[in-house]
């Protein structure tokens, strides 16, 4: 299988499009780490997962100290094969109105948070020159969408570094991509009304929101070796999205 055996860290991995992407690598063979904030709905997913090809850390990205705690724990229980780079939150506010803490507290969970995960990996995987990390960017991190000022800053942000961690890293054996996802249903969509949900709909080609399992599938297939000629690269996971009006 294509992750039998090898060691993953999620982060983000308690909830939505990170517990997917646990499952799925438990699923095929993996072991895996949730590594999140949320400490109940971490170690309640690891407790139900019922294996010991999983552990909950509790690792807040945003701390330099913690991510590297958690990347030598979880060397320590599973290795480092992989990093689903996933942790995120959402932001919605009229530009004008983004205070700078609104503006901080996205940038440094959705930004430097992922650098700060990717710096831990690559200094983990460097030595044994090989890995893979895929970092969660977003349709928004593609196109402008009104009163998410910060979100998307993070988003483009996300896509442009990972081209550059790729450069970088490509002749170390690491693969470093994306995944952009289109709207998908998970609690990050609880702030927004059933109104705007169904016009979100609509602006999918295929005339629904996306479920976390759809972009499980494609990050388990960036993580593993079937992508192995794959780096530098984003995936849009968007059911039609950006691909235009139909
Ligand atoms: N759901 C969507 O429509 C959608 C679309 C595009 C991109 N994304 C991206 O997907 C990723 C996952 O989002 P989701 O939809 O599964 O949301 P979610 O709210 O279900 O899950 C996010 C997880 O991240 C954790 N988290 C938040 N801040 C953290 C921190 N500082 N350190 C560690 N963990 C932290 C939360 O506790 C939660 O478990 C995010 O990066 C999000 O921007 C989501």
Known sequence: MRVDGKGFIVTGGASGIGEATIRRILAEGGNAVIADINKEAGEALAEELGTDRVRYLNADVVDSHEVEALFEAAERFCGVDGVFNNAGIGAITPSAECSDSDWQKVIDINLTGVFKVARAALRHMQPRQQGSIVNCASILGHIGQSQTP?????????????????????RQGIRVNSVSPGYVNTPILEALDQETLDGLKELHAVGRLGQPEEIASAVVFLLSDDASFITGADLLVDGGFTAGKS
Not at 153 to 169: D, H, Q, S
Request: glycine share 10%.
């Open 150 to 170: 910060a979100y998307s800053a993070a988003k483009g942000g996300v896509l442009n570094i990972t081209r550059t961690l790729a450069l970088e890293t490509a």
